[in-house]
């Protein structure tokens, strides 16, 4: 999976000596996710993303955040269209925060609010909402920015916890999705993880019940139910790469080296789910 924080390619902190004639234009053009074949999700995001995409885990044996697969190949987004529009009802709260991002310099315990520059957006023309009012103080858009950024960073807090649960109890297993197109093509995504359903099945009943007092285990369920989404994913790469008429032949799923047949089958910035 390709890192996802190279969308911000001038980050910088934002102040009223900076950006106090600044404005910025969202919410229309997400050509900056252009190159994203999958972004991360907060936890409290999986009800709501489980029913438009396929969401795996990505990370390693110290931490695992949820992602959202976006296309099967690098370097491409099959729900970005190509007059820039978002091709799904949900927008992941990732995408919905950008060009704004907090950044931190010590451990962690504080942040400072930066925008990309570079956002296609931003501008001095006054399109959009402004950054800054006429006395140099804070706009009611900025401080809703800034209360987004403030829930999003306390949802990814609570979402490493479930990665760190899952770590715990070993319930993770490596998973590859393949497809093979009609004109022959193969193409694949690796370098993710799922949950074992076999795994979770061999939980005491003391674990079991502090999955579900949690809500964890709820969204375990979610997360293995989402991976039917690929069969989406599979009409998408279909039409991207060849005829309206073209259908794709086959799909298969493999997980801990072991390949089945799978089964055939915008918000604003003021909220995470």
Known sequence: MSTQLLIYENAVPVSAQQHRDWSVKTGTD??????????????????????????????????????????????????????????????PAFI????????????????TLCIDESFSGFNQEGRG???????????????????????Y????????????????????????????????????????MAVSRDRLKALDGEQLAD???????????????SLNNLNQMVERVAASTAPAEAVPAKKSVARGGRKRKADEDKGGKDELH
């Open 96 to 111: 919905r925060r950008y060009p704004f991002v907090f950044s931190s310099s010590d451990d962690g315990s504080n942040f």
């Open 30 to 91: 997400y050509g900056f996710a252009r190159q994203m074949n999958s972004v991360p999700l907060m936890a409290v995001e999986l009800p709501a993303a489980a029913q438009e995409y396929a969401i795996v885990f990505a990370g390693d044996d110290k931490a695992v955040m949820p992602v959202a697969i976006l296309a099967m190949r690098n370097g491409e987004n099959l729900y970005v269209k190509a007059e820039g529009g978002w091709d799904a009802k949900y927008l």
């Open 153 to 192: 960073q306390a949802e990814f807090q609570r979402t490493q916890a479930l990665g760190r649960k899952l770590l715990e109890l070993e319930l993770l297993e490596p998973m590859r999705a393949q497809v093979t197109l009609n004109n022959g093509e193969q193409m694949g995504v690796e370098g993710f």
């Open 129 to 151: 909402e402004r950054l800054f009012d006429a006395d140099g103080e804070r706009t009611s858009y900025l401080n809703s920015v800034l209360e987004f950024l403030k829930g």
């Open 211 to 225: 999955l579900m007092k949690t809500d964890t285990l709820e969204l375990l369920y979610l997360h293995l139910h």
